[in-house]
């Protein structure tokens, strides 16, 4: 079945950065575009950056547009946000997110505090 892992969240100062990992099992990755989501504490999930199959393109949200990077490599299933000059704003637990057979697959979620 579809297992996605995050990791790489933390504790981090405004102006920071941090690079997320999201690892893939249980589907034929490189097919499939895959998107980072956030959730801030009281707010809805927001998309943060998708990267179509194969990497061939990107798209991100106004907010981060410029400071993030999304990435993957297909070999080891694995996609990839690096995160730059990081605000409290970014402060969220970041998902990471496949739309298969009609099915949206969630990981776990990394927690990310961007703080003083």
């Known amino acids: 079945q579809v297992h996605l892992v995050e990791s790489g969240g933390g504790l981090v100062q405004p102006g920071g950065s941090l690079r997320l990992s999201c690892a893939a099992s249980?589907?034929?990755?490189?097919?499939?575009?895959m998107t980072w989501y956030r959730q801030a504490p009281g707010k809805e999930r927001e998309l943060v950056a998708r990267?179509?199959?194969?990497?061939?393109?990107?798209k991100y949200a106004d907010s981060v547009k410029g400071r993030f990077t999304i990435s993957r490599d297909d070999a080891k299933s694995t996609v990839y946000l690096q995160m730059s000059s990081l605000k409290p704003e970014d402060t969220a637990v970041y998902y990471c997110?496949?739309?298969?057979?009609?099915?949206?697959?969630w990981g776990q979620g990394t927690q990310v505090t961007v703080s003083s």
């Open positions: 990267i179509s199959e194969e990497g061939r393109s990107t």
């Open positions: 997110n496949v739309y298969r057979a009609s099915v949206f697959y």
């Open positions: 249980g589907f034929a990755f490189s097919f499939y575009d």
